[in-house]
């Protein structure tokens, strides 16, 4: 395993933390089960005095889950070349009671992956269904290092998690070639229920390198209006490399275009790094974000991990995204005054520990 995946693996990255953690509950005759999962709980605060339309909220610290999961991963040998998988991950509340006597919810609230495929060394894997962005996987991963808040780069929902189907090459000299299909139906709406869009296909695909100390991805995503887009083109260059057994520097740059009529248009940099010393783990990164009708801003994010045990680890994360101001008037002892909803100065943060299983 390269160093770069062995730094996410502390700093939590849930693919290697759950191979890492899996338990094997039935390995018989080339079909294997594992369960795997984590309770994570946590107490976060600060962040945005202000919601989007200059509202005032309540950024007080709170006790809170941290993303607890629980899910199950299969496979069966066809051949001495071809394996059958599945997988199915759900997410849970960890931190309070639920159901019909608590707040309402049912305990588990969301098929966060469900999704089945084939796999071949010589001719590489395919699948099919709810499963994670295959841009965020192959390109945006280097960054990806923080347990809740701190990408600015796409992450693992982007234009994927559902009706999706993919394919990507075996490791061909260091080189992974990628695509995706997601797929945005009508199928059962009336007239009046469709959208103007119709039915949609937004594809993602790209390239990785990975050989030796050096990551790099190269990607593209249809951001379709349909899945949160602005209906124009997504890019992505972003890579990683190992300075030594303990220090992974990373580098990236994404942009897309500015639509006419939605807007959203944008210039992404980022810079950071992850150092791990023992038990520990540290990650800083810094982002210039410059929207193409808005002023630039500059995000930044730290983190700090500590792992008690291979099954046990504590975390305190920062981040300050800049959100950008917007002058409002609001009401004060009935006199209307301008209000600029983000000063710069509401940190976000996070601290709290995380059992795998």
Do not use: C
């Amino acid at each position: 395993m390269k160093k770069t995946l062995l730094a996410t693996a502390i700093v939590g990255a849930l693919g290697a933390s759950a191979a890492a953690q899996a338990a094997t509950v039935y390995d018989q005759d080339g079909t294997k089960l594992d369960v795997y999962g984590r309770i994570a709980m946590g107490i976060a605060g600060g962040g945005p005095e202000y919601n989007g339309s200059g509202e005032k909220i309540d950024n007080d610290a709170e006790f809170v889950d941290v993303y607890s999961r629980l899910g199950l991963r299969m496979s069966h040998e066809v051949s001495r070349d071809l394996t059958a998988f599945g997988r199915v991950e759900w997410r849970f509340d960890g931190d309070e009671r639920t159901g019909p006597s608590g707040n309402g919810n049912t305990g588990f609230k969301e098929v966060r992956q469900s999704y089945i495929g084939l796999q071949s060394d010589q001719f590489g894997t395919f699948q099919a269904g709810n499963f994670d962005s295959f841009y965020n996987q192959f390109v945006s991963l280097p960054f990806d290092v923080y347990i809740d808040r701190g990408l600015e780069f796409a992450g693992h929902p982007k234009q994927s998690r559902g009706d999706s189907i993919g394919y990507y090459t075996p490791d061909l000299s260091g080189f992974t070639a990628f695509l995706q299909l997601k797929h945005y139906s009508e199928r059962g709406l009336t007239e009046a229920e469709q959208s103007s869009e119709g039915d949609v296909i937004a594809p993602q695909g790209g390239v990785r390198y990975a050989q030796g100390p050096v990551t790099l991805g190269l990607g593209f995503v249809e951001d379709v209006a349909r899945g949160g887009g602005n209906a124009e083109m997504l890019y992505g260059l972003i890579g990683s490399y190992d300075i030594t057994d303990q220090f992974s520097a990373r580098l990236g740059y994404e942009t897309r275009d500015d639509n006419n009529t939605r807007g959203g248009g944008f210039d992404t940099v980022g810079l950071g790094g992850t150092f791990t010393t023992g038990p520990w783990a540290f990650a800083a990164d810094i982002y210039d974000v410059d929207p193409d009708n808005g002023d630039s801003r500059t995000s930044w994010a730290l983190g700090s991990y500590y792992k008690v045990s291979s099954n046990f680890d504590v975390f305190l994360e920062l981040q300050q995204a800049d959100q950008q101001s917007i002058s409002v008037n609001v009401f004060d002892n009935d006199e209307i005054v301008g209000v600029d909803t983000a000063d710069g100065d509401d940190m976000y943060w996070l601290t709290g520990a995380r059992y795998h299983f």
